[in-house]
């Protein structure tokens, strides 16, 4: 879930993939992600998980819950290796029959580095079709502002890693407003992520993010628990 500070409602989602029961036993995404994107099976992971996604939307529409504005899928940087990959994810959308805008493409900083010019293109096509782009792991390595100004990304999201320095250093917390000041300052939205308890919120609140996200606001779960908790009309 993510909380939307303007709204004080879960207006967002981000979705996860979790393998619990495996011969293995639990695979954590620390441990199937990689292998996927090296044998290239992240491609057709992503898809299926976009169409998941969509028949979510669709029958949380049906059942007339209008609380969640949209909801977010990761894009790993193999995915921008394939060709149109803009293509599939219209095409994904619009079987399902739901708005554009319910749904956001979640790409991480490493992909900046990666494959340019094919998510230049990508996120030209996501936005004349109202697909928000959001950039996940901002602050981690590959911070670049002036990437910023020119791909417009709608949402940046400021990893964990980051929060919880801000919270035990002041220096740290200086650096993290500015960052914030100057993701505002071109007009984008900013979600903190990795917020854990309210003492941690009395002060991240003050960065005056749009969204945040972490375990104070709610764990991962399954579609019918998500529902329940979070966008079911009380």
Same mark, same amino acid.
């Given at each position: 879930?993510v909380?939307?500070?303007?709204?004080?409602?879960?207006t967002?989602?981000?979705s996860l993939l979790?393998l619990?029961?495996?011969?293995?036993?639990?695979?954590?995404? &620390?441990? @199937?992600?990689? #292998?996927? /994107?090296?044998?290239?099976? $992240?491609?057709? +992971?992503?898809?299926?998980?976009l169409?998941?996604v969509?028949r979510?939307?669709?029958?949380?529409?049906?059942?007339?819950?209008?609380?969640?504005?949209?909801v977010?899928?990761?894009?790993?940087?193999?995915q921008?290796?394939?060709?149109?990959?803009?293509?599939?994810?219209?095409s994904?959308?619009?079987?399902?029959?739901?708005?554009?805008?319910?749904?956001?493409?979640?790409?991480?900083?490493?992909?900046?580095?990666?494959?340019?010019?094919?998510?230049?293109?990508?996120?030209?096509?996501?936005?004349?079709?109202?697909?928000?782009?959001s950039?996940?792991?901002?602050?981690t390595?590959? &911070?670049? @502002?002036?990437? #910023?100004? /020119?791909?417009?990304?709608? $949402?940046i999201? +400021?990893?964990?890693?980051f929060?919880?320095?801000?919270?035990?250093?002041?220096q740290?917390?200086?650096?993290?407003n500015q960052?914030?000041?100057?993701?505002?300052?071109?007009?984008?939205?900013?979600?903190i992520e990795?917020?854990?308890?309210a003492?941690?919120?009395?002060?991240?609140?003050?960065l005056?993010?749009?969204?945040?996200?972490?375990?104070?606001?709610?764990?991962?779960?399954?579609?019918?628990?998500?529902?329940r908790?979070?966008?079911?009309?009380?």
């Open positions: 879930p909380w939307s500070v303007e709204k004080q409602c879960f967002l989602a981000e979790r619990p029961a495996t011969p293995l036993g639990p695979l954590y995404p &620390s441990e @199937f992600i990689p #292998l996927a /994107e090296e044998t290239g099976l $992240i491609v057709d +992971i992503t898809y299926y998980v169409d998941t969509c979510f939307i669709h029958d949380l529409l049906e059942s007339g819950i209008t609380m969640l504005e949209s977010t899928v990761n894009f790993s940087g193999v921008f290796s394939q060709h149109t990959p803009a293509e599939k994810v219209i994904i959308i619009e079987s399902h029959g739901i708005p554009y805008r319910m749904i956001k493409i979640e790409i991480t900083e490493s992909v900046l580095a990666e494959n340019r010019q094919e998510l230049e293109e990508f996120i030209d096509l996501m936005h004349t079709k109202g697909v928000e782009v950039l996940d792991d901002f602050g390595g590959y &911070s670049n @502002f002036h990437y #910023l100004s /020119e791909l417009k990304p709608e $949402i999201k +400021i990893d964990r890693s929060t919880a320095k801000a919270v035990a250093d002041e740290e917390y200086y650096l993290q960052f914030c000041t100057m993701i505002h300052n071109l007009d984008m939205k900013i979600c990795g917020v854990e308890n003492q941690e919120w009395l002060k991240i609140r003050k005056c993010p749009e969204f945040t996200q972490g375990y104070f606001w709610g764990k991962p779960c399954g579609y019918e628990e998500f529902v908790k979070f966008v079911q009309e009380k």
